[in-house]
């Protein structure tokens, strides 16, 4: 198989930042039920969501 180094390495579970499947790790909830929520709560409460979003991702990227 032939590699290509030039292409970035995806993670296997993180779409964005990885805070659904971060939380979904932590909870035991399946993350496309977290996904689920948190697109509805952001029709509903978008600054609220976008920032618990952004601060998610900062605590479980340092998490690792």
Known sequence: MIQDYNQPQVPSRGL??????GISDA??????AIRAAAVIALC????LVLLAYCGGAIFYR???
């Open 16 to 21: 964005l930042f990885g805070t659904c499947a």
């Open 44 to 47: 509903f409460w978008f600054k």
């Open 62 to 64: 340092f998490r690792r």
């Open 27 to 32: 909870s035991g909830v399946p993350a496309i």
